[in-house]
């Protein structure tokens, strides 16, 4: 140890270690495979060739927390004794294994507890310096700092100084033993945050930091000589989380902070691997900001980086060995810290002593000597006579001097215990097997000194009240200091069985905290840990009764130092320091309950938050819930006002329509009327003119013939009136002709105005049964939508019921019968307006033709049957007896039918008074 001249110190790299973790039950059931493999000190993906990392060590699925301490943090805890700092950490995801190898569990010890056997074995070994421990605990929880060590240190601050940054307020415990660190260990860890996952159930919830403070130097220096001072660091992280961890509420705010802070060391890392000079993001996170001197400055880290070979977790598993290839390019320096400086505390404890023990030496010169500082016989009588003057004065003065020493004797003691140093140099050999015995090792210039017989890990919880017996204790410090030094001597005693309870006490909450956890651990497998259990139980008990053995003895003792001639203000302190430690154990008892009731408390509340983020969540659902419905039944109220306005809009129109429609068929019947007067006048005309011409031409004949009798001198009187009569007659029948011609001009002319204007409103008919038709089949999709949404809508609520029943209170259609989109008749008038206007035409044609009567047999021709050898009626089928001109050329009629055209409505007033008479 400290040969560090000889040692070439200087930079180094992150030491980085995997380790495996056996896949777990619920992995196997879950069918998971192996997706990683060790293959010596590479990790190597099984699916992929390619994909392979290699490590300064990979521990497998079988190596024990032992190996792993052994080969990567011993060296770590080593350097922090000779000053060196030094950082050990396990970073993985949830479940990975981080709390199994950086504390373990009563049969496979971690990190920390292997450390701390470790230091105190160093110290053992190392009898040429003496050392000073201290310990603090804290745990990062949501970005929030907690004393684990103190209750009352809550969310502390980190400071600064030229050393690097610090916690303000910690608590830091010096410690004496292994067990009293650990004791102090399994107490900070009942104030952690645990929780349960899908994947852990006893996940970490936070991070914590087991800081080891060691401060040592040489056993014989003088005032100004070197102490090194160094820190070590056990970090425990909290696992990262992913997506497939099912946490909700608190859980999940706590996989934020987790993930957060843990992406923060990632980036940390990433920059300082690059090696390059660039801005460093420390302050993003609190566990950056503390680990800010390790990855920066001096000392040595070795990252452990759990994974798991699972399948399931590949991706995560993945990330875990990038950050850890990342971190292995890290250089830091590690050299050895020296200081002489108020901050070493050994050196403030020595200082104290030394001139503690020059007063000490001072007093007791005083008290010797003083009766023999005058030799001379009038200074002797003087004396005498002071003597006899002030007896009381000097007696009562004696006594202070006396109770100074004692007092100064025992804070002595106190400093001095707190110093450990190896039993090896000078006490080798001088104790039985005793675990934990400490002893005063009296040197010569009666300075009291406390020493340890350290022993392994695995042996050091059988302290044995044997180790402590009554009388060897007795034997032991029973040390003639002189007058009055024999109650220091029990006091001491006193002081020692009062630290033998303290530790008592530490292993018994120690195990009581494994009692703890065992007994949550057998509620899954009770068989497996029952044994376990049962020896716990039986060890506290022994514990206990040790503890009360030692009480007693510290009774004794006492009773004993309460001897008559010792002062009264002795036996008041005596009494008082019994009354404190009482008050200690009582404390102490009281402090585990509280933490105790602390973490049951702490429960309790993380229970209450949930139920109440639960109660918050839920009240939120319906007040959601309840604004959907109402929403939705304003929406469906607002629609169904909307539609029955449309609808009302729609009937109005409808009737509007109808009206208009009347009115248009009325128009038009009255069109198709004047068309037919005008089509009978015309051809009455016609008649009339062809009459006219017939006599016009007889005339001719007559007035061609008188003039060939003339010509022949046959011409009578009566001949030659009449001829005079002719070119009148001739003139009177041009006359009727052009009259009959300008009136049938007129006619037409209103005929083809009254076409016109019932074309006209004929398209507007047109159009308006159109629109009909088109509101209509609006209507009728309306009426589906309704429907659609009555049998959509559940009648969940109260506003629903109600549209309910504003939909059943409308008239029930046939929706399949209601969507009739445009009426045949519209179309069939359409057609029908187009044949009349084409046999207009035709009988135009005719008429103009002089091919009257060829009409008239058409209309024969096409009531012909040729079967039945007789004109049939093509409504009923019986034999025509006539038939009637209409203007759609409809046909006939037999007898019965000859009421109406029965086959378009348009034609049902327009029978014409000419009527064709077959022969029977
Ligand atoms: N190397 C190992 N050998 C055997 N069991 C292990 C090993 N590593 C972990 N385990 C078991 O796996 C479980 C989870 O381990 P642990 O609690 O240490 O995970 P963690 O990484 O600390 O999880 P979290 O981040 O959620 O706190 C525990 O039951 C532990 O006993």
Not at 109 to 125: C, H, R, Y
Not at 145 to 162: F, K, S, T, V, W
Request: proline share 3%; aromatic share 4%.
């Amino acid at each position: 140890m400290h040969s560090d001249e000889s040692v070439d110190y200087g930079k180094e790299n992150i030491s980085v270690t995997v380790r495996f973790r056996p896949m777990s039950e619920r992995e196997i059931h879950r069918g998971d495979d192996a997706a990683w493999y060790v293959d010596g000190d590479i990790v190597r993906s099984e699916f992929n060739p390619s994909v392979a990392y290699t490590f300064d060590k990979v521990f497998g699925a079988s190596a024990t927390t032992r190996n792993v301490y052994d080969t990567v943090a011993r060296n770590v805890v080593r350097g922090a004794m000779e000053g060196i700092n030094g950082t050990v950490f396990a970073y993985g995801v949830t479940s990975s294994g981080k709390t199994h190898t950086m504390h373990g569990d009563q049969n496979y010890p971690g990190v920390i507890p292997q450390a701390i056997k470790d230091v105190f074995s160093i110290i053992q070994e190392t009898p040429d310096r003496e050392f000073l421990l201290r310990v603090s605990y804290l745990e990062i929880y949501n970005e929030v700092i907690n004393d684990l060590l103190d209750p009352a240190g809550q969310n502390l601050r980190i400071r600064e100084d030229a050393q690097g940054t610090y916690v303000e307020g910690v608590k830091e415990e010096v410690v004496l033993s292994p067990s009293h660190a650990l004791s102090l260990i399994a107490a900070g860890e009942e104030h952690r945050h645990v929780g349960s996952n899908n994947f852990n159930l006893f996940s970490s919830r936070s991070h914590t930091i087991f800081t080891l403070t060691i401060e040592s130097s040489l056993r014989a220096q003088g005032p100004d000589d070197e102490v090194t001072l160094s820190q070590l660091n056990l970090i425990d992280l909290a696992g990262s989380e992913s997506s497939k961890t099912e946490t909700t509420g608190l859980r999940r705010k706590e996989g934020s902070y987790i993930n957060k802070s843990l992406l923060t060391l990632g980036t940390v890392i990433a920059k300082l691997s690059e090696g390059k000079a660039s801005h460093i993001p420390y302050r993003d996170s609190k566990l950056t900001r503390l680990l800010q001197s390790s990855l920066s400055g001096n000392g040595r880290i070795t990252l452990i980086c759990t994974i798991t070979p699972a399948s399931s977790n590949m991706e995560e598993t993945h990330n875990t060995l990038k950050f850890a290839q990342r971190a292995k390019r890290i250089e830091i320096y590690a050299a050895p810290n020296r200081i002489m400086d108020e901050r070493s505390l050994i050196k403030k404890y020595q200082k104290e002593i030394t001139k503690l023990k020059q007063e000490l030496l001072l007093i007791k010169r005083g008290m010797t000597e003083r009766p023999y500082a005058t030799t001379n016989q009038e200074d002797l009588l003087t004396l005498r006579q002071q003597l006899e003057a002030g007896q009381l004065r000097m007696q009562s003065r004696l006594e202070e001097e006396e109770q100074a020493k004692a007092a100064l004797m025992g804070r002595i003691h106190k400093l001095t215990k707190l110093i450990l140093v190896s039993t090896k140099n000078n006490l080798s050999g001088s104790f039985p097997d005793v675990a934990h015995n400490r002893r005063h090792s009296f040197a010569e210039s009666e300075e009291v000194r406390f020493s340890f017989y350290v022993q392994s890990y695995d042996e050091q919880s059988d302290l044995d009240t044997s180790s402590f017996p009554p009388d060897r204790c007795t034997d032991s410090s029973s040390i003639d200091l002189g007058n009055g030094q024999e109650h220091v001597s029990h006091s001491d005693q006193i002081d020692l069985t009062r630290e033998q309870v303290k530790m008592l006490a530490g292993e018994i909450a120690l195990r009581s905290s494994s009692l703890k956890r065992l007994t949550e651990q057998a509620a899954n497998h009770p068989d497996d840990f029952q044994v376990q259990i049962g020896k716990l139980r039986d060890d506290i008990e022994d514990k206990k009764s040790q503890m009360q053995l030692l009480e007693q003895r510290i009774t004794e003792l006492g009773e004993r130092s309460s001897y008559p001639e010792m002062s009264q203000v002795t036996r008041c302190s005596t009494a008082i320091e019994k009354l404190t430690s009482q008050l200690n154990e009582k404390a102490f008892e009281l402090e585990i309950r509280t933490a105790d009731n602390r973490v049951l408390e702490e429960q309790l509340q993380s229970k209450v938050a949930e139920i109440k983020d639960l109660q918050e969540k839920n009240g939120r659902l319906q007040q959601q819930l309840q604004e959907a419905l109402e929403k939705a039944s304003h929406q469906k109220i607002a629609e169904i006002e909307v539609l029955s306005q449309e609808r009302s809009r729609l009937s109005e129109e409808n009737n509007c329509l109808q009206m208009k429609n009347v009115k248009l068929e009325e128009e038009a019947c009255y069109a198709k009327d004047l068309a037919a007067a005008a089509a009978t006048e015309i051809k009455d005309l016609t008649e009339q003119i062809k009459k006219l011409v017939f006599q016009n031409t007889r005339l001719s004949n007559e007035a061609l013939s008188i003039t060939c009798q003339g010509k022949t001198g046959r011409i009578s009187v009566s001949s030659v009136d009449r001829r005079l009569m002719i070119p009148y007659a001739v003139q009177a029948l041009k006359e009727e002709v052009r009259s009959k011609r300008e009136k049938q001009a007129y006619l037409e002319q209103t005929v083809s105005e009254k076409q016109a204007l019932e074309k006209e409103l004929k398209r507007k008919l047109d159009e308006s049964k159109q629109r009909e038709a088109d509101l209509e089949n609006d209507l009728a999709s309306m009426w589906v939508l309704l429907a659609k949404m009555k049998t959509n809508d559940p009648p969940t609520s109260g506003p629903v019921q109600d549209v309910v029943e504003i939909t059943e209170c409308r008239p029930e259609r046939n929706v399949s019968t209601a969507v009739a989109p445009i009426s045949p008749q519209s179309v069939e008038s359409a057609a029908n307006i187009q044949k009349i206007k084409e046999q207009h035409q035709e009988l135009e044609r005719l008429r103009t033709s002089g091919s009257e009567d060829k009409e008239t047999d058409d209309l024969k021709a096409l009531l012909y049957d040729e079967d039945k050898h007789a004109h049939v009626c093509k409504v009923c089928f019986e034999a025509a007896t006539a038939a009637v001109l209409l203007p759609c050329r409809h046909f006939c009629l037999c007898q019965p039918c000859a009421v109406a055209c029965t086959e378009c409505p348009l034609c049902r007033s327009g029978i014409s008074d000419r009527i064709v008479t077959f022969a029977s």
